[in-house]
Nanobody, 116 residues
Framework: QVQLVESGGGLVQPGGSLRLSCAAS????????MGWYRQAPGKERDLVAT???????NYADSVIGRFTISRDNAKNTVYLQMNVLIPEDTAVYYC??????????WGQGTQVTVSS
């Protein structure tokens, strides 16, 4: 079983920045994928960015060039640096962990609000 704890959400003005963190603990497989999905009110939960244990990244078209995902293997932690935030980025951001081919785990969610 894998536990995920998220932090770093908050309120920011358009053009501002936030950095999300997600720390994983438990039975973490060597081969895994971590990242974030987000869900706005009335919408589906959609991919934001993922990163594999090998360092390969995948981004939603709407965030490419503005967001950067990275990971610290020693801390079992993934980060999402979010720059040039726009109101459309407002959503609950959920940390995601695919533990090999066994299971998918979700964090508790952290609110990101981009508003003047």
């Amino acid at each position: 079983q894998v536990q995920l704890v998220e932090s770093g959400g908050g309120l920011v003005q358009p053009g501002g920045s936030l950095r999300l963190s997600c720390a994983a603990s438990g039975s973490i497989f060597r081969i895994n994928t971590m990242g974030w999905y987000r869900q706005a009110p009335g919408k589906e939960r959609d991919l934001v960015a993922t990163i594999t244990s090998g360092g390969n990244t995948n981004y939603a078209d709407s965030v490419i060039g503005r967001f950067t995902i990275s990971r610290d293997n020693a801390k079992n932690t993934v980060y999402l640096q979010m720059n040039v935030l726009i109101p459309e980025d407002t959503a609950v951001y959920y940390c995601y962990h695919r533990n090999g081919a066994v299971a998918v785990y979700w964090g508790q969610g952290t609110q990101v609000t981009v508003s003047s």
